[in-house]
Nanobody, 114 residues
Framework: QVHLVESGGGLVHPGGSLRLSCKASISLFSISTMAWYRQAPGKQRDLVASITMGENTDYADSVKGRFTISRDNALNSVYLQMNNLKPEDTAVYYC????????WGQGTQVTVSA
């Protein structure tokens, strides 16, 4: 059973940047596609970005051109570089697989506010 630990969130002004990290307890060489999700207060958890083993990426329309997902299999880590942040990006961010979801981690809070 893989355990996931997210970090890197914080409070940032609109237009600012953050880099989120996700550390997995098992080798990412065994996981084909990893993803970042987010959940805003009172809303469902949504898929934000995904990355395959071959480093093909996909993004939600709302973050295209602003967010970049990457992975380092040797470090069992997945990252989300977030630029030009907007207030509507405020949410708890989680990483997980695309299929056969692992137990959710605690997430990392991102707050974008002036």
């Amino acid at each position: 059973q893989v355990h996931l630990v997210e970090s890197g969130g914080g409070l940032v002004h609109p237009g600012g940047s953050l880099r989120l990290s996700c550390k997995a307890s098992i080798s990412l060489f065994s996981i084909s596609t990893m993803a970042w999700y987010r959940q805003a207060p009172g809303k469902q958890r949504d898929l934000v970005a995904s990355i395959t083993m071959g480093e093909n990426t996909d993004y939600a329309d709302s973050v295209k051109g602003r967010f970049t997902i990457s992975r380092d299999n040797a470090l069992n880590s997945v990252y989300l570089q977030m630029n030009n942040l907007k207030p509507e990006d405020t949410a708890v961010y989680y990483c997980n697989k695309i299929r056969n979801l692992a137990p959710w981690g605690q997430g990392t809070q991102v707050t974008v506010s002036a």
